[in-house]
């Protein structure tokens, strides 16, 4: 049989607010344990939580930057667990008046664009982490908790079931990522644990539209992972059905080093959150007037400003989408040919050169070596003629490791493209009398043979002849 | 009337006037409390030094010519689950018995700017949970008028001191009488003010959506001066209502020509006690010679109150209380073989046998499957119970009832029997479940001399309605005067 994929994701989010969703801890990442803690996130007798506006302002934000609507009356709700890592014993997060619900995301899979509904976006507070003298709260001696994270805000994003394919779970999960950086709501660093997903899979017979059992692997921070885990899971749960068995509810754990997904707790075992309203904070009145606000506020978002890279400067679906998939590399660009360089220039040039070494030398593309100015001047230099595109690879190796303009560069190296023709020709007349055998091949009808005479031309200009006159006069005088 | 035994407002105005001094004052107390604490057993904790030292701070203070404010150098005593820096906060549990705050809960560091003496910290039912003070961890305490009688609860350490001398004043808090009841069994004043009104920063959550704190004093003048000092919105409790404060001291004058008072019919039915009805219907024709007018209303969800407070308190409870696991502060039982035995054994042996009652209660009706016949049936019923008074108060300015149906019982008389004990709450339950303030005030005695206590209902905010009627009654009778007495006196 046939089965086809029924993937829903989980994302949490952690907001970048300077303080904790409700004490004015300070939610930096890294600092010595128990060192951003008050009564309030340590959950003392007696204390009481007074949430964060911000954490509102960014989770209405991306409630609007993910198409949703902002729900004018909203709560808190206590979910009840008991775990060392939460200090009162239930996790502050909204259960049936969630901040925002209904919106939607749109991928460009391979096989087109595709909607993603966004069931829900809701406010909560981070746990608190245990460090075990082991390797797992079993076999160890002790465990600590470090409640530094305690209290931090996360929005939760929950998607609707849309997604059949491993490939479209990262592409939605990569999507939000790209557009709660570009609304600036969240670092986004999935190496932090800013970003991460549970994924919920279920299979069912290709054409079928009853749900079948569902699992969920929890904590999934790395796009390769996201895909990777439910590939497995997928096949996991085809030769489960394949063999005539049952899918059993469950959540499982993903284990990255082995590669497969491991079964970790039953619905049987599963917890009862015994929700309850959050006594402790009042209802979260806002208004369309507040709403409106916030959403003059939003920057172009990455669907428009793809859209106005291809309408505006003629850029390929593909490339404006790789530009605009981080609001930092779209800004680069914009600035880019804001300084008055050709734009399809510019996407290549982002594209490749910068990327390549953005990438090699892990920085970002706010900190390249090579700023929008200095690139859009460099491309200015080709489109004027000054330098071919072939010397301003190596111009552009240059100003990656100094300081100096493009101009400078090319005025000091010498680059500046040969387009004399007198000094072309010279060069031509003495390379076609060097290469009798390829002269005579390309006579002969091999016409392939003036590659090699090109080559041998620029070679010997050490790259800087117009590769276009050199062109033109060998044809010329060879025909 | 020894120093001991006066109110505050006449202790200020002594202070003032250099007739005494703190120091003598608080010595008069601590001496009361050598003498008769034995029998009332009011305190957990008596911070002795503490308190002479903040007297003798006052003294000088006075002597140097400054001007003192209220409470400044007056010594009372703060219930036991209101957080004090650096002073043990048991809430009356063994699971705190060892708990001492890194912070103040905003009702002491209010208190505390006025520099008052803090005498220390009084007894309760264990997580303020009952409505005799037995339920404390540590010891009974003891009503004043009759050391073989209870002195209500929770705050029957609070009410007890106040009553015996051993605190001229005291905070309770109050989720469903815990004020009013112990003040009504012990003869003294207590109000629990609107939800809202005064932070619950620092006090020990029992049922959020219903706690409130507020004084226990000797007359109406002392609470409306408490009143004042600790009303107001505080940041750092949503909840807390961001409503401008009146001085609640200008509702003290004796008019209450042409107030119209309620009488809730539901109220003075199946249970009650003949001589508190027979009192408290003397106190309203007093009111009513004195020019206020009487109307018989009616509250019909009053029934249904009890049931639903032991819905939505047990299970806010539940989840209050879920934070003693034994992880980080409090007490913890070692030797547990993996973590979950060591937060099972440590609530099981820590935590007492009403409050886990409260728990198991709460955790049934929120889990799923019950959630929605027990817990969002009960906010329904809420929601009815808030509705009849917001009807009543279309006619009438305040509602009068009992306190409690029946004068302080005898220590031991209903402990063994819970439901028997739920029911004395049956008419101060129905505020907190509104979030309206009431106050409880003497008037008269059973015929074994037993306080017997009047509750006055007011609206949403409107405490100084509260007062003056208070007041109006207190000043037309000499109950606040009376002592009890102690000492085999």
């Known amino acids: 049989m046939s089965y086809e994929a029924v993937i829903g994701l989980e994302i949490h989010s952690e907001l970048k607010t300077n303080t904790k969703i409700f004490c004015g801890c300070a939610t930096s990442f890294g600092a010595e344990h128990n060192t951003h803690v008050c009564p309030v996130c340590l959950g003392l007798p007696g204390v009481l939580p007074v949430l964060n506006k911000r954490v509102l302002e960014f989770a209405i934000k991306a409630g609007l930057a993910l198409n949703c609507k902002i729900n004018n009356f909203s709560k808190f709700d206590r979910k009840n667990y008991y775990y060392p890592d939460l200090p009162k014993n239930w996790q502050t997060s909204q259960y049936d008046l969630p901040i925002c619900e209904h919106g939607y995301v749109d991928i460009e899979t391979s096989k087109g664009r595709k909607r993603i509904r966004?069931?829900?976006?809701h406010m909560e507070e981070d746990a608190g982490k245990l460090v075990h003298s082991g390797n797992t709260i079993k076999d160890s001696d002790t465990s600590n908790v470090d409640y530094n994270r305690t209290g931090v805000p996360l929005i939760e994003i929950v998607s609707e079931p849309d997604m059949s394919t491993p490939e479209e779970a990262r592409l939605y999960m990569e999507k939000v990522k790209s557009i709660l950086q570009y609304i600036d709501v969240s670092n986004c660093r999935m190496e932090e644990g800013n970003l991460r997903a549970d994924l919920n899979v279920s299979l069912r017979p290709r054409g079928s539209e009853v749900l079948g059992t569902r699992t969920e692997m929890k904590n999934i921070n790395s796009f390769k992972a996201v895909e990777e885990a439910l590939s497995y899971e997928i096949e996991r749960q085809e030769e489960v059905l394949e063999d005539g068995g049952h899918i059993i509810q469950e959540t499982r754990t993903w284990d990255p080093d082995r590669g497969v997904t491991l079964s970790m707790r039953s619905k049987e075992n599963a917890h009862d959150y015994r929700y309850m309203p959050e006594p402790d904070l009042v209802p979260i009145i806002t208004s369309d007037e507040e709403i409106e606000a916030f959403r003059k506020t939003l920057p172009e978002l990455p669907d428009a400003r793809q859209a106005r890279l291809e309408s505006e400067y003629g850029l390929s679906s593909y490339d404006a989408g790789i530009i605009t998939s981080s609001r930092q590399m779209a800004e680069y660009f914009d600035a880019v040919v804001a300084g008055g360089a050709d734009a399809k220039l510019a996407a290549n040039w982002i594209m490749g050169d910068l990327s390549k070494n953005l990438n090699a030398e892990g920085i970002a593309v706010e900190a390249s070596p090579v700023d929008?100015?200095?690139?859009?001047?460099?491309?200015?230099?080709?489109s004027k003629g000054t330098i071919s595109s072939k010397i301003a690879k190596q111009v552009f190796e240059e100003m990656w490791q100094s300081p100096d303009s493009p101009e400078k560069i090319v005025k000091d190296k010498g680059l500046v493209q040969i387009t004399d023709t007198k000094a072309i020709e010279a060069i031509v007349d003495k390379v076609i009398a060097d290469n009798p055998k390829a002269v005579e091949e390309y006579r002969g009808g091999k016409k392939k043979a003036i590659g090699s005479l090109v080559g041998q031309v620029m070679k010997q200009s050490k790259g800087k002849a117009n590769p276009q006159m050199v062109n033109e006069l060998l044809t010329k005088k060879l025909d | 009337m020894k120093l001991f035994e006066k109110p505050a407002h006449v202790l200020h105005d002594m202070l003032v006037n250099k007739e005494i001094t703190s120091?003598?004052?608080?010595?008069s107390v601590l001496t009361r409390i050598d003498e008769v604490e034995g029998?009332?057993?009011?305190?957990l904790t008596v911070t002795r030094e503490e308190a002479l030292a903040q007297a003798k701070a006052v003294d000088e203070k006075i002597a140097g010519g400054e001007a003192i404010s209220f409470l400044e150098g007056?010594?009372?005593?703060?219930?036991?689950?209101?957080?004090?820096?650096g002073i043990k906060t048991t809430c009356a549990s063994r699971i705190l018995q060892k708990f001492v705050p890194p912070y103040d809960a905003t009702v002491v560091s209010k208190l505390n700017a006025q520099q008052p003496v803090v005498l220390g910290k009084t007894n309760l039912d264990e997580f303020a949970m009952g409505g005799s003070t037995e339920n404390s961890a540590y010891h009974a305490?003891?009503?004043?008028?009759?050391?073989?009688?209870?002195?209500?609860?929770?705050?029957?350490?609070s009410a007890a001191a106040v009553a015996a001398g051993t605190a001229v004043w005291a905070l309770g808090s109050d989720t469903g009488g815990?004020?009013?009841?112990?003040?009504?069994?012990?003869?003294?004043?207590?109000?629990?003010?609107?939800?809202?009104?005064?932070?619950?920063?620092?006090?020990?959550?029992?049922a959020s959506s219903l706690d409130q704190i507020g004084p226990i004093t000797r007359d109406v003048t002392d609470c409306a001066n408490i009143l004042n000092i600790i009303a107001g919105r505080d940041e750092m409790d949503s909840t807390s209502l961001d409503q401008p404060v009146p001085d609640f001291t200008k509702a003290l004058v004796q008019d209450v020509k042409g107030l119209k008072i309620g009488l809730p019919k539901e109220y003075f039915v199946k249970g009650m006690d003949a001589e508190v009805e027979a009192a408290v219907k003397a106190a309203v024709k007093q009111l009513e010679a004195m020019g206020a007018e009487v109307a018989e209303i009616s509250l019909p969800n009053t029934d249904y109150a009890i049931s639903t407070y032991y819905l939505i308190a047990p299970a806010e409870a539940a989840t209050n209380l879920a934070r003693y696991d034994g992880v980080s502060y409090g007490e913890r039982v070692e030797g547990a073989a993996d973590l979950v035995e060591m937060m099972t054994k440590t609530r099981t042996q820590y935590l007492g046998e009403e409050v886990k009652r409260r728990i198991m209660i709460g955790n049934y009706a929120l889990s799923a499957g019950y959630y929605d016949a027990y817990y969002l049936k009960a906010l329904k019923v809420r929601r009815l119970v808030k509705e009849d008074y917001d009807r009543a108060f279309r006619d009438v300015d305040v509602i009068i009832c009992p306190t409690a149906p029946s004068v302080a019982y005898k220590l031991g008389e209903k402990i063994d029997n819970p439901l028997e004990m739920y029911l004395q709450d049956a008419c101060t339950v129905p505020l907190n479940l509104a979030g309206l303030p009431g106050i409880s005030v003497p008037c008269g005695y059973n015929r074994e001399n037993m306080p017997i206590g009047m509750q006055i209902i007011g609206r949403a905010l409107d405490e100084?309605?509260?007062?003056r009627v208070a007041y109006t009654y207190e000043q037309s009778q000499s109950y606040h005067e009376d002592r009890a007495q102690l000492g085999g006196k």
Request: glycine share 12%; proline share 6%; aromatic share 6%.
């Open chain 1, 118 to 121: 966004v069931t829900r976006i």
């Open chain 1, 372 to 382: 929008a100015k200095r690139l859009g001047e460099m491309i200015a230099l080709i």
């Open chain 2, 23 to 27: 120091l003598e004052l608080t010595e």
């Open chain 2, 39 to 43: 029998e009332v057993q009011a305190y």
């Open chain 2, 74 to 85: 007056i010594p009372g005593a703060i219930k036991d689950n209101i957080c004090t820096k």
């Open chain 2, 141 to 157: 305490t003891h009503n004043p008028w009759n050391t073989a009688c209870v002195p209500g609860g929770s705050s029957g350490g």
């Open chain 2, 178 to 206: 815990s004020i009013r009841q112990p003040a009504s069994f012990c003869g003294v004043v207590g109000m629990k003010p609107t939800y809202g009104r005064v932070s619950r920063y620092g006090l020990v959550a029992y």
């Open chain 2, 464 to 467: 100084e309605t509260l007062l």
